[in-house]
C-alpha cells in the first residue's frame, strides 16, 4: 500500500505532467498560427508524451491499491512573441519538472517506498532528454537569429520526429517510449 506522503505527491505529479501536455497543446495551436508546422508536429507528439507519464503515474497509485484524484490545471499562456520564446518556456518546464521529479525521489526514500523508487529512477533518466531537447532547439533557434531560410529549415526538421508509442491510455505503450 502506498503512503499518504507519497500517494500525495505522485497526485501532484499527474497534475504536472497534465500540465506539460496542456502547455504543450497550447504550443500546437501557436506553431499551427505562424504556419511553422513542423514545431506543431513535434509538440503533438510531445503532448502525447506527457499524457503517458501522466498515465504512469496515474496507474502506479492504481496498482498500488490507491485511489486517483484529479487537481485543477493552471491557468495556461497562450501566445508568444516570437517562435523562440515557447521553446524558452518549454525549457524552462522541463528544469521545473525535473525538480519536481527529484523531490519525488526524495519523498519515496524518507518513506522507504522501495516500489516506487525504480519507477522513479525511469523519470529521473527521461528528465536528461526532456530538458535537451527542448534546450537544443532554443540553441538552435538562437544560432539561426533572424533567418528566414533557418527557422523554415528547422521546422522541416522537426517535422520529421517519429513517435512510435500507442494510445497513453494503454499501459503496453509504456514499453515502447524509451
Ligand atoms: Fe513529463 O517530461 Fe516533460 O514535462
Redesign the pocket.
Known sequence: MISKKMFDAMKEQIKN?ME?AYIYLSMVAYFHSRNLDGMAHWMRCQVHE?TI?AMKFFDHIINRGGEVVLLDLKQLKLTWKNPLEPWKDAYA??QF?TAKIHNLLKVARKENDYTAEPMLAWFVN??IE?ENNTDKVVRQLEMVGDSKEGLFMLDRELGTRIFVAGSPFDPAAYNLLQ
Do not use: C, R
Open positions: 505532467e506539460s506527457e507519464h518546464h522541463e519538472i527521461e528528465q526532456e
